[in-house]
Nanobody
């Protein structure tokens, strides 16, 4: 059974930092593109960042580019998201996701698309106060 479990969410003031982690079990992430998504109450889930195994394929949404850093540890089957210079607009539930599509077929047009990903975690909440 595949499980993705997020951790590291919490409350922080604007300008602060948080580091989210996602641990996979029942699944080896080594050959998979992995992503972070977020969703506000009443809003749509949107792609934040994604990282594929090879080829330097890392993508960020414009809203977080330059502030967030996605990384992975294939040996530990973990995915991280370092979030810096947080803003109130970053307040959301954050989700980890894994894609079973061949990573070489995932380019910038679909890397942050929900339909690219098959497995999802339950989410971790991030609240940024002004």
């Amino acid at each position: 059974q595949v499980q993705l479990v997020e951790s590291g969410g919490g409350s922080v003031q604007a300008g602060g930092s948080l580091r989210l982690s996602c641990a996979a079990s029942g699944y080896t992430i080594g050959d998979s593109c992995m992503g972070w998504f977020r969703q506000t109450p009443g809003g749509e889930r949107e792609g934040v960042a994604s990282i594929c195994p090879k080829g330097g394929k890392i993508y960020y949404s414009d809203s977080v580019k330059g502030r967030f850093i996605i990384s992975r540890d294939n040996a530990k089957d973990t995915l991280d998201l370092q979030m810096n210079s947080l803003k109130p607009d970053d307040t959301a539930m954050y989700y980890c996701a894994a894609s079973t599509r061949p990573w070489i077929l995932i380019g910038h047009t679909i890397a942050l698309s929900l339909s690219t990903y098959n497995y999802w975690g339950q989410g971790t909440r991030v609240t940024v106060s002004s």
